[in-house]
């Protein structure tokens, strides 16, 4: 969709979508300058409208044809009924990201990431399975497998000297079950681990959403002891007010502001001041979508406590990771980072 149309603006066309609680997929394309292209996207994102991709004109049509065969192909794969028999049929696989601390220098953790291993064909990403997941209900099984699995896997990294956490992420529409907290704990008591070990990862739409139910089941997460993370940190527009009631002790500022970031630029003022905001209120702030050492050194310079990214680490499966660790972090979780290699 052009956001200038011959007869209405595109902007009132996305309004009226919103409405109609439409769950089409739109690609944005534009000759206006890259910031109303992206005030745009933010404006869909926030009217939980599906952008697959914001185009600046003039476009590239391989791109765009591109685009819209992945769409097509996802289309065409992705159902309820291939989710369910995917659950049937045991085809999920978590792959595990390093989180690096830049203060110590040492391995932190892991970022469970669950991953489709269609039969016979290549991984399908999360972001193409986990919102029909959601809507058709069986995001329980699949997170039921994703909670044993991640926290399995911790348990045995410590079992071969690897003291370290383990993120999971959590799912907005699970953040209205009150029995998660004695279910997560349930888990970690059946694989022996202390819930100290295991960070619960929301987003921060999903936490603002449900406001009542997610304050009492994150909260009754951190009496226990587990540890909360507020994901994707800064796309969801929640306000300082509701950031300073949430029980979390980690905010994980969104790799869109992570991934370009340069000095002198909006979004380094932008990161900047969430470092600083975050630290008044005693959080541990996490920058995810690390991808160059240009990146990783601003970000040490403005006091960020902890990364995640390419540059550090992709994820992986269970048997990489371990071979990952034994290569590039020592028996003091010390981290070698690659520009000392
Ligand atoms: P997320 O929690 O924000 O996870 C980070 C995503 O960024 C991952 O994509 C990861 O592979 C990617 N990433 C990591 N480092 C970099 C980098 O340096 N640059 C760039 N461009 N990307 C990077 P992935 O694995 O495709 O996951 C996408 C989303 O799917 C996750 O976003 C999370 O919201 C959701 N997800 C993943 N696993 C689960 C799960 O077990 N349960 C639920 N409910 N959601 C999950
Ligand atoms: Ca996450
Ligand atoms: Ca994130």
Known sequence: MDLNLDQSDGVEILRWLALSEST??????????????????????????????????????????????????????????????????????????????????????????????????????????????????????????VNHEAIKQCAALHANGWPITMSINISAKLLTNLELPDELLAIAQQYHLKPEHICIEVTESAAVENVTSSMDILMRLRIKGFNISIDDFGTGFSTLIELQRMPCNELKIDKSFITQLHKDTPEFIIVKSIINLGHEFGLTMVAEGVETQVVLEILKEIACDSAQGFYLGYPMEKDDLEKWLRLNVDESLNFKFPSAL
């Open 24 to 145: 089409v997929k739109i690609i944005l394309i534009s000759g206006f300058d890259l910031k109303i292209l992206n005030s745009a996207v933010l404006l869909c994102q926030s009217q939980k409208l599906d952008v697959v991709a914001a185009l600046h004109k003039p476009i590239d049509p391989a791109h765009l044809k591109s685009i819209l065969k992945s769409i097509h192909d996802e289309c065409k794969t992705i159902s309820r009924e291939s989710l369910d028999l995917a659950i049937k049929k045991n085809e999920f696989v978590l792959f595990y990201q390093p989180k690096i601390s830049l203060v110590t220098g040492k391995m932190i953790g892991v970022e469970a990431l669950i991953r489709w291993h269609v039969a016979g064909k290549s991984l399908v990403d999360p972001d193409a399975f986990i919102s029909i997941a959601e809507e058709s209900g069986l995001i329980v099984p699949i997170s039921f497998w």
